[in-house]
């Protein structure tokens, strides 16, 4: 929700900035002032788990040694490396 007394918005979540092609006008953005109330929204409507919350991509440890090689081979994402260079199309080739 913007704020009633951002001086850049006015109220509507709303800036005009410069455009970033050099044309001449201006282009419409979401204005910062409400930012962190839609941060915060997003999280909420995710309805991630309290334990999870600090959780991200960096920090996550896959325990695979007890695990059949089959399932490892067949997991599409088994790294990080895998995850970021991961096609989902691929998976509707095999279906």
Avoid: F
Wanted: positive net charge; hydrophobic residues 35%; contains cysteine.
């Amino acid at each position: 929700m913007a704020l009633e007394n951002c001086t850049l918005c006015r109220g509507t979540g709303w800036k005009l900035v410069p455009r970033g092609d050099g044309a001449a006008g201006s282009v419409a953005v979401a204005c910062d002032c409400g930012m962190e109330e839609r941060a915060s929204q997003v999280m909420e409507r995710a309805r991630i788990p309290k334990r999870y919350v600090h959780c991200d991509s960096e920090s996550y440890l896959a325990d695979l040694t007890d695990a059949p090689k089959d399932l490892c081979a067949s997991t599409p994402v088994r790294r990080k490396k895998d995850c970021c260079s991961w096609d989902p199309r691929a998976l509707e080739k095999r279906i």
